[in-house]
């Protein structure tokens, strides 16, 4: 069965302590990996998109990899304003229809 | 350029059905609604790749999508509908030969009262 999980659900860090994030999925054929940022009450927001194993993305504290059974989201030296949730999704086999994760709550005390 | 939902908010009475707007002008063939719940991920409820096509996603039962604009693709939610108090997510997609990123609206957090 086509899957994404996420983990962990919820994961609490001080500023600085630098941490990654786990998406495992188990679809056939994979077309694309994606990560998104959710804040509170707002639609996500796109941060990458991951095509092949070995494949990385940076942007500012963050650092999307992939392997062919997951993805992590590293995020180095974090900032209060990182704190968020963050899905990943992955296109169903077959299909133009999306899995998302449940997300990470990601908080992170000054 | 985006995508624009309304209202931000609805109250919805029992019985009752409501309308949510989605408009995107970013020229995306492909537009989706999504609905979300605290601790589940987004779920699909209907999907649409071109003007006056449409597929129901993973629960659809309860809601109702037109797609006779490009840039239109409302959500109804009927009185069928038993348990709709959520957050609804519309999202557009360009096509392109590699599966590209989406990009969502705001969002309608939707209430029964």
């Known amino acids: 069965e086509d899957q994404v999980t996420q983990s962990p659900e919820a994961l609490r860090l001080q500023e600085g302590e630098s941490s990654s994030l786990n998406c495992s999925y188990t679809?056939?054929?994979?077309?694309?990996l994606f990560w998104y940022r959710q804040d509170p009450g707002k639609g996500p927001e796109f941060l990458f998109t991951?095509?092949?194993a070995g494949e990385e993305k940076e942007k500012e504290r963050l650092k999307a990899t992939l392997t062919k059974k997951e993805s992590f989201l590293h995020i180095t030296a974090p900032k209060p304003e990182d704190s968020a949730t963050y899905l990943c999704?992955?296109?169903?086999?077959?299909?133009?229809?999306?899995?998302f994760g449940t997300g990470t709550r990601l908080k992170v005390l000054a | 350029g985006g995508i624009t939902q309304s209202p931000k908010y609805l109250f919805r009475k029992e019985g009752q059905n409501v309308t949510l707007s989605c408009e995107q002008n970013?020229?995306?063939?492909?537009m989706y609604w999504y609905r979300q719940d605290p601790g589940q991920g987004l779920r699909l409820i209907y999907y649409s790749q071109i003007v006056n096509d449409f597929q129901k996603g993973d629960i659809a039962e309860g809601y109702s999508v037109s797609r006779e604009k490009k840039e239109s693709f409302p959500l109804t939610v009927t009185s069928a509908q038993k348990n709709p108090t959520a957050f609804y997510l519309c999202?557009?997609?360009?096509?392109?030969?590699?599966?590209?990123?989406?990009?969502f609206g705001q969002g309608t957090r939707l209430t029964v009262v």
């Open positions: 991951l095509y092949s």
């Open positions: 999202a557009s997609r360009r096509p392109g030969a590699r599966d590209t990123e989406a990009f």
């Open positions: 999704a992955v296109p169903l086999s077959g299909t133009y229809k999306y899995i």
């Open positions: 679809v056939s054929g994979l077309r694309g």
């Open positions: 970013l020229n995306h063939d492909a």
